[in-house]
């Protein structure tokens, strides 16, 4: 079984975040980047399924930019078969639906049995991706699983729906995304980080996956406006001067909070 696993190099979550004011694209060197935890805890996923299974291959797919590989070759330490990146400088603020159809076409070109992605990441939250890259490769999709039970025919979990939970299965070929109740990632030993040196990692552009990022006839989405946050306000204080009830309450009620 060959199964890809979908990462993403992500600004650090414990750091500031920041946008380019003039381009509307996050500021990346803002912050140390590092793989998206999401994309670690779905190649958990696979790296168990392929510890209980000798002979499955795990592919990790990232498009990133090529200061990216040594996240890669963080999660080819972690245990991951080979890894594919993929590079171009035209996917620089790519948007969600040409995301999705470059990864499609990588995916396509990897080969692949089983897709395993984060349900969103933690930098853009579309969550949508897996769900536009199973109808690029026209394959059923099952999404947002808190769990996961892979087969030789099929995969199967179980996602929360309202008052409970809902139990879905698909026939591989499939894609599925995985939230963080599943378990934490494994760490990368030393004897993982020396063997990622010597691990396959391809680098593929869009004119080896036949992708036009500037199609005319294709629908993109642009940003028209962006703006700074504006700072916080220290808000209202009230001194209790035996009638602080009364003035919480006015507040309250003129705010539209009660």
Wanted: glycine share 6%; proline share 5%.
């Amino acid at each position: 079984m060959k199964i890809v696993v979908l990462a993403k190099e992500v600004p650090d979550t414990y750091a500031d975040r920041k946008l380019d004011l003039e381009t509307g694209i996050a500021d990346r060197d803002a912050s140390d980047r590092v793989p998206d935890e999401i994309g670690e805890r779905a190649l958990e996923v696979a790296l168990a399924h392929a510890d209980a299974n000798p002979g499955t291959e795990v592919v990790v797919l990232m498009m990133a930019a090529e200061p990216a590989a040594p996240s890669v070759r963080k999660l080819l330490a972690m245990g991951a078969t080979r890894a594919v990146q993929v590079v171009d400088a035209q996917l620089l603020g790519a948007d969600l639906a040409l995301t999705a159809e470059v990864l499609a076409r990588a995916i396509e070109h990897v080969g692949f049995d089983l897709v395993i992605a984060g349900n969103q990441s933690t930098d853009g939250s579309g969550g949508v991706v897996p769900a536009m890259i199973a109808e690029h490769l026209d394959v059923p999709h099952a999404t947002n699983l808190a769990s996961v039970e892979i087969a030789d025919d099929r995969v199967a979990g179980s996602r929360a729906v309202d008052g409970g939970s809902a139990r879905v299965t698909a026939t591989l070929p499939a894609v599925i995304s995985i939230t963080e109740q599943l378990p934490d990632p494994r760490f990368a030993n030393f004897k993982g980080i020396m063997a990622a040196k010597k691990k396959p990692l391809d680098v593929l552009s869009l004119a080896d996956l036949g992708v036009d990022a500037e199609a005319p006839d294709v629908a993109r989405s642009i940003m028209l406006a962006i703006a700074e946050r504006p700072p916080r306000s220290a808000g209202t204080k009230i001194t209790d001067e035996g009638d602080a009830g009364e003035r919480l309450a006015a507040y309250l009620v003129e705010n539209r909070l009660a």
